[in-house]
């Protein structure tokens, strides 16, 4: 896995001989917005244009003095920037990625990659045959936190990994908007916590532990009753051989998830005494994101009556959007390749599609590794 230091990011800022990089948003909603405002305040980039109908983006366009346009291909074709993000619907991510990849732009893809498996394959297909990068955008990869736990791993300190425990419990509102208007799209197929949630933790896990091959899963609407699964529980297999378990609810009235413990987003309330993750192995466990280690320091201590040294891992606490346009910043430019590929966007999608299949079928289902 390629990484990427501070003082590499902050030498693209500073470069005024490559001029700003023009990069335009399509999408100017909750995460689009967000978007927006990191560009904005990014020196060595220019938003250029926003690419959304809406007469709310329609407004932000005029006060910000940039063009919008209905679509990409209107985008592309009238003032072809030199990077796009996009920051609409899962169901667009597709057909709006390979315009952009066929165009020669390279583009940061909110995640998903795409709303379907056979979705997700067109684009990295078209991505990879037109040799256009593609960055999407799990967006926690650029955390300090995921950086600071996975240097834990690689260290060996917890020993050969046996397993992972997570969860991403919490209470999405029923009354602001979020599942209604434009956006009631995530009551349907390609729009429910799986997706939205569950393949940010996919992809933590198989950069904290490595490839899922196989998983288990049981869903349920019972509370919300949309067309999608509002909660799940599921088990993975991973191809060292750990095991690991996870819940997701987006009706589970629980501060044990990303958003509400690690701090990163202002927006949510935090609770710095919990944890949504917890790696695993033979000689201790890391509990993230409190980043607090256990383990035996010899393995002649090992045994469940014997105490843990303790340590808390300490990081620099940066803002991981902030530093995902950076990185994109470095891919648009050709200095950097994705740290989250189209590829790797594709295959944490085959295990979202594995987790589904598994729920409808409930048997094991296996995850192609490719």
Known sequence: METFDE???????????????RIAVAGAG??????????????SAQLSAIVDVSPKAAAMAARLRIPIYASVGELLARDKPD?????TPNQVHAEQGIECVN?????????????????????????????????????????????????????????PLVGAMGSAAFYKPDSDGYYDGPNAWRRHPGGGPILIN????IDSLRAL???????????????????????AAITFQFANGALGSFFLSDTGASARSWEQTSREDPAFAAYEDEDCCTIVGTRGSLAIPTMRLKYFERDGDRSWNRPFRTHTV??????????????????????????V????????????????RAARTGCVERVLVN
Do not use: W, Y
């Open 7 to 21: 003082q590499a990011a902050t030498g693209i800022r500073g470069s005024a001989a490559q001029g700003l990089a």
């Open 30 to 43: 909750l995460i689009g917005v967000r978007h927006i405002e990191e560009i904005r305040k990014n020196r």
């Open 83 to 87: 990077g796009v993000v996009l920051s």
């Open 103 to 159: 165009g020669g732009v390279p583009i940061l893809v909110e995640k998903p990659l795409a709303h379907s498996l056979e979705a997700g394959e067109r684009l990295c297909e078209a991505a990879e045959r037109a040799g256009v990068p593609v960055l999407v955008g799990h967006h926690r990869r650029h955390s300090p936190i995921v950086r600071a736990a996975i240097d834990v791993v690689q260290s060996n300190v917890l020993g």
């Open 198 to 201: 569950m393949i940010h933790e």
């Open 209 to 231: 532990v490595g490839e899922i091959i196989s998983v288990q899963a049981v869903v349920s609407n019972a509370t919300r009753g949309f067309e999608v699964e509002d909660t």
């Open 314 to 339: 300490t990081f620099e606490r940066r803002n991981p959007l902030e530093l995902q346009i950076e990185h994109f910043l470095r891919v648009v430019r050709r200095q950097a390749l994705p740290l």
């Open 341 to 356: 590929s189209a590829r790797d966007g594709l295959r944490n999608l085959r295990v979202t599609d594995a987790i589904s």
